[in-house]
């Protein structure tokens, strides 16, 4: 039913041209939703600008409500600000093998495991990897790697404790042009904050060894304090890139795009889990949507446009607008929602809805059937009763039922659900209620 909603008060407000207030109403959710997803104050604000400067004026399209129209700007740009299609996102070992590839970051933030996954990812590329243990402060670290190289068969460089994590490194070096390996994976050590001798430490290793690549493994989970761990490291050591990991909690991954606005550097990979296959290669696309909470606002937007016959919408519009609706609109506004498939599937693509979804009311509405009653029931009643359901007493109520080859108890649950509809709408059209604030928002 609100999916209806959303479709029939699509336009209220959107004549022509986005104006300033359809823009900043459509902004003001997209800043929360930014912030509820850890992105950064600062940053969250000055998207939000960026985007308001593109969206006012420009031309409203179809059945796109204002506010769907700025969503799908928001998008745009958030996918754009996460480095779009740029190859910045993608992992570069085109140098001379072996390539080096070093993974820096704070203690737990996932380093160990995903060496062992980038290790497992780049050997299904084709490659040969080498993991080093480079991590000489805690005993177990070692053997952690090695355990996973030996359940991945990757092969593992480590040396006694005590030795010199700088010299691990560029022994590995050597250890790895002997053994035909071509890529080198530096796993090395972190602390639970940022000190100085870890800081020396990885900026020697940096400097002796050149790396390829020097990726920071940040824990999404972390957040805001994400940002600062990676402005930190960046300025030590200038990372080429980093890995979000533990994106398969629900942190929503809104560090990203504060890192990659305030350091620049690039999210080359995720991963999404304990098991050694849960690194995926980083999607600006997929994370934009995460990161809005949108479910899949985009591919309901093109479904709705495709179908929502537009002439049906500008009359319901008219009406709406004067606070009117029949049984007519009622049963033509059905039709449409059934034509976009199934109610519930649609519902579920819009942000919000879920606990909508969880309304009796709605749990009724949605049923598999409803529609064909509603059709039979409607179809049954006379032009006067659709106009003017109100007069419809006891009596016209069992011949309805008669006529549809339903029961009274059916047509008593339409007329309900039917004018519980016609309460929201008034209120929507009076701009008043919960149900005006969801309209605006949508
Ligand atoms: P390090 O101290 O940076 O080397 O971190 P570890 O690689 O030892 O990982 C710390 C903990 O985080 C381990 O228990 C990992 O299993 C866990 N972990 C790492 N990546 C992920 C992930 O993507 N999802 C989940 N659920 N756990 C992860
Ligand atoms: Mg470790």
Do not use: H
Not at 127 to 146: E, G, H, T, W
Not at 285 to 309: N, Y
Request: hydrophobic letters at 40%.
């Amino acid at each position: 039913l609100s999916k209806r909603l959303e479709g029939i008060f699509s336009n209220l407000s959107g004549q022509g041209k986005l104006t300033e207030d359809d823009v900043n109403a459509a902004l003001r959710e997209v800043r929360i939703a930014l912030i509820e997803a850890d992105v950064n104050l600062k940053v969250a604000r000055q998207f939000v600008e960026r985007v308001k400067q593109k969206a006012i004026g420009a031309d409203v399209m179809g059945s796109l409500s204002p506010a769907q129209q700025v969503l799908s700007i928001v998008n745009e740009e958030l996918i754009e600000v996460l480095g779009g299609t740029d190859d910045k996102n993608k992992l570069d070992l085109s140098g001379a093998p072996p390539n080096v590839i070093m993974l820096v970051g704070l203690q737990g933030a996932g380093k160990t495991t995903t060496a062992a996954k980038l290790a497992n990812y780049l050997r299904k590329q084709g490659s040969r990897p080498l993991m080093v243990a480079a991590d000489m402060y805690r005993p177990a670290a070692v053997k952690q790697l090695q355990t996973l190289g030996k359940q991945l068969t990757v092969p593992v460089y480590s040396e006694p404790m005590g030795a010199n994590p700088v010299d691990i490194c560029a022994n590995s070096i050597a250890y790895a042009r002997e053994q035909a390996c071509n890529v080198v994976i530096l796993d090395t050590a972190g602390r639970l904050n940022i000190d100085e001798r870890m800081m020396n430490e990885i900026i020697t290793i940096r400097n002796r060894i050149q790396p390829r690549e020097v990726l920071l493994v940040a824990d999404a989970m972390t957040g805001q304090e994400a940002v600062r761990v990676a402005q930190d490291f960046n300025q030590a050591v200038s990372l080429t890139g980093m890995i979000l990991t533990k994106m398969d909690g629900d942190a929503r991954g809104g560090a990203a795009l504060s890192i990659r606005s305030v350091t620049g550097v690039p999210v080359k990979f995720m991963t999404v889990g304990e098991k050694m296959d849960a690194l995926e290669p980083f999607y600006p696309d997929r994370l934009a949507s995460r990161i809005l909470g949108m479910g899949d606002v985009l591919s309901l937007i093109e479904r709705a446009q495709e179908t929502i016959d537009q002439e049906e919408a500008m009359k319901a519009q008219a009406k709406l607008q004067q606070g009117k609706f029949d049984l007519e609109d009622f049963l033509s506004a059905m039709r449409q929602l059934k034509r976009m498939g199934p109610l519930r599937q649609v519902m579920e693509m819009l942000p919000g809805m879920n606990k909508l979804m969880d309304m009796p009311e709605m749990e009724e509405a949605l049923e598999g059937d409803q529609l064909k009653y509603v059709e039979a029931i409607i179809l049954s009643m006379t032009r006067d009763e659709r106009r003017n359901p109100d007069i419809i007493n006891g009596s016209r109520r069992r011949r309805i039922a008669r006529g549809s080859g339903t029961g009274v108890e059916e047509v008593n649950q339409l007329l309900k659900q039917f004018a519980e509809m016609r309460t929201m709408i008034r209120q929507v059209s009076s701009g008043k209620g919960p149900w005006a604030q969801m309209a605006r928002q949508f």
